[in-house]
């Protein structure tokens, strides 16, 4: 069975600093590309970023470009999302899911809020 | 980035009927095109890749179609499970993947 589990979510203030990570289980990790999508509350899905099966290629939505960084250790079977100069809008849910075009598993998302 | 637009934003019908959604894009996709349904407090679950391919283990009921602009998402008779919201995704573009704004789908 397929499971991705989130932890590292937390409330922070603006211009903090939070890194989320990602433990799969269940399938070959470095056969899949990843990602973070995030869904602010009552909101749509938007997704935060992407990483090739071997971390050679990363992409980053421009809403979190410069800001926020993905990568992943394939010896761990672990996701990470290193997110700086949070910002107030950055307040979601955060998902790890499989793969980096569209996603066929999701965790069960970790909460970030940014508040003063 | 590629814009997905949705409709309607909420449906209302009743079990059995056969409902459809649809999601347009601002610019070509191809096929590149996924449906999730969420039900809340519940992460997206996919239902179909690639505009018409179901994922293992959706339900045959689900269907859908289209290409390049314009694309539809078919339950063809709706059931009490099926009550939640319905989510289009492009994938175009490895640098920018961007989702629909949503369809509420709920019992009338």
């Known amino acids: 069975e397929v499971q991705l589990v989130e932890s590292g979510g937390r409330m922070v203030r603006p211009g903090g600093s939070l890194r989320l990570s990602c433990v799969a289980s269940?399938?070959?990790?470095?056969?899949?590309?990843m990602s973070w999508v995030r869904q602010a509350p009552g909101k749509g899905p938007e997704w935060v970023a992407g990483?090739?099966?071997?971390?050679?290629?990363?992409s980053h939505a421009e809403s979190v470009r410069g800001r926020f960084t993905i990568s992943r250790d394939n010896a761990k079977n672990s996701l990470y999302l290193q997110m700086d100069s949070l910002r107030v809008e950055d307040t979601a849910f955060y998902y790890c899911?499989?793969?980096?075009?569209?996603?066929?598993?999701w965790g069960q998302g970790t909460l970030v809020t940014v508040s003063s | 980035d590629i814009q997905m637009t949705q409709s309607p934003s909420t449906l209302s019908a009743s079990v059995g009927d056969r409902v459809t959604i649809t999601c347009r894009a601002s610019?070509?996709?191809?096929?590149?095109l996924a449906w999730y349904q969420q039900k809340p407090g519940k992460a997206p679950n996919l239902l179909i890749y690639k505009a018409s391919t179901l994922q293992s283990a959706v339900p045959s009921r689900f269907t859908g179609s289209g290409s390049d602009t314009e694309f539809t998402l078919t339950i063809s008779s709706l059931q009490i499970d099926d009550f939640a919201t319905y989510y289009c995704?492009?994938?175009?573009?490895?640098?920018?993947?961007?989702f629909g704004g949503g369809t509420r789908v709920e019992i009338k």
């Open positions: 990483i090739t099966y071997n971390g050679g290629s990363t």
């Open positions: 995704q492009q994938y175009k573009s490895f640098s920018s993947l961007t």
């Open positions: 610019q070509s996709v191809g096929d590149w």
């Open positions: 269940g399938f070959t990790f470095d056969d899949h590309g």
């Open positions: 899911t499989r793969r980096s075009h569209f996603f066929d598993y």
